[in-house]
């Protein structure tokens, strides 16, 4: 069978276009959208969620000619090509990779995103939008009613494949969850637990987030539940890369590198 050869063009157009990448306002070192070109076609696909070196790497290994992350490579701002920065700019430009960032648009896609993809993961239903930022609603917010326990039992399994830890600001235990959001990645901050005890959440699950948030969730008894950054944000760039091979027919794999965070 023929390896399928996709202009770059073609494959960024629709990335843009279903991502809405133009749209969404984010974080001015996340730089959404094709970060670095390559010769302009592409055959086969690596997905990761983060640009680091070892994804770069592996990446040139698996054969792919175009990686799709969700952390790119900008987001220490300007550095001088040197060093390692020198070493994954040469691996890039060397073997022909390009690299796709998507950050917020990513996080709060309808369909692909790392926030409703979770929740689908937990057996959760989402019925709306949570932690404002600008314009848009980067989690989701649902109900439930269900011991807290049996929620957090399935956060550590879907955690533990991707090399994630789980804790919580409350024992779970003798808790229900009534009403929950999740807002993966750094998703706690003073600004979600302020939203999620406005809105009667009991329940919120992020990947981490500073250690005053823990006593903060503490001293107003909500349960949040630290799934781990990394962990949490896996399933957006795997849903990127089924989208891309049921658009296009291009193989696709995923870099599982985890950090540890």
């Not at 060397?94 to 996080?107: C, E, I, M, Q």
């Not at 533990?160 to 901050?189: F, K, L, N, Q």
């Amino acid at each position: 069978m023929s390896m399928p050869s996709v202009s770059l063009r073609d494959v960024v157009s629709a990335l843009d276009a279903e991502l809405r990448t133009s749209e969404i306002p984010d974080y001015p070192g996340a730089v959404n959208g094709l970060q670095v070109a390559n010769p302009g076609t592409v055959h086969r696909v690596a997905v990761a969620v983060d640009a680091s070196r070892a994804a770069i790497t592996e990446a040139v290994v698996s054969g792919a000619d175009l990686l799709i992350v969700h952390h790119g490579l900008f987001w220490s701002g300007v550095q001088p090509l040197v060093g390692m920065q020198y070493d994954k700019y040469r691996a890039m430009l060397s073997n022909g990779l390009a690299v796709y960032s998507s950050h917020l648009p990513l996080d709060l896609h309808a369909e692909h995103g790392n926030n409703v993809r979770l929740a689908q993961a937990l057996g959760l239903n989402p019925d709306g939008g949570f932690a404002r930022f600008k314009t848009v609603d980067i989690g989701v917010t649902g109900t439930a009613d269900e011991p807290t326990d049996e929620l957090v039992h399935r956060v550590q399994a879907f955690s533990a494949r991707y090399g994630g830890s789980v804790r919580t600001s409350i024992p779970a235990p003798g808790r229900r969850t009534h009403r929950w959001a999740i807002c993966t990645g750094g998703g706690a901050s003073s600004e979600s637990l302020r939203e999620a005890r406005d809105r009667g959440v009991d329940t919120l699950i992020v990947g981490e987030g500073p250690h005053h948030t823990t006593v903060d969730a503490i001293e107003h008894d909500l349960c949040v539940v630290y799934a781990g950054h990394y962990a949490t944000e896996t399933l957006g760039v795997q849903s990127l890369g089924a989208f891309l091979e049921t658009r296009f027919g291009l193989p696709w794999t995923f870099l599982h590198l985890p950090t540890g965070s």
